[in-house]
Nanobody, 122 residues
Framework: QVQLVESGGGLVQAGGSLRLSCAAS????????MGWFRQAPGKEREFVAA????????LYADSVKGRFTISRDNAKNTVFLQMNSLKPEDTAVYYC???????????????WGQGTQVTVSS
């Protein structure tokens, strides 16, 4: 069992930056691919970024490519999402997820955090 706890959300003006963190429990963190998803009110949960267990491979949604960077520190059991040039449409609850699959789909992940709110004002 893996438990995931996100932090780092908040309110920021358009053009600003935030860094989300996701701390994971367990001794096998490096064996899990990790992802970030987001869900805005009234919308489905959508893929943002993913990183392989080793950290070598990454995937990004087209909407965040060039603005967001996913990374991980396996020694600290933590995955990060650096978000730059934020836009009002980035406003959502951001979720961390972990699983065996390296995928853009939610069903590829077995473990989910509770989410952290990111609000971008115009």
């Amino acid at each position: 069992q893996v438990q995931l706890v996100e932090s780092g959300g908040g309110l920021v003006q358009a053009g600003g930056s935030l860094r989300l963190s996701c701390a994971a429990s367990g001794r096998t963190f490096s064996s899990y691919n990790m992802g970030w998803f987001r869900q805005a009110p009234g919308k489905e949960r959508e893929f943002v970024a993913a990183i392989s267990g080793s950290g070598v491979n990454t995937l990004y949604a087209d909407s965040v490519k060039g603005r967001f960077t996913i990374s991980r520190d396996n020694a600290k059991n933590t995955v990060f999402l650096q978000m730059n040039s934020l836009k009002p449409e980035d406003t959502a609850v951001y979720y961390c997820a972990g699983g065996r699959g390296f995928t853009r789909t939610t069903n590829g992940y077995d473990y989910w955090g509770q989410g952290t709110q990111v609000t971008v004002s115009s």
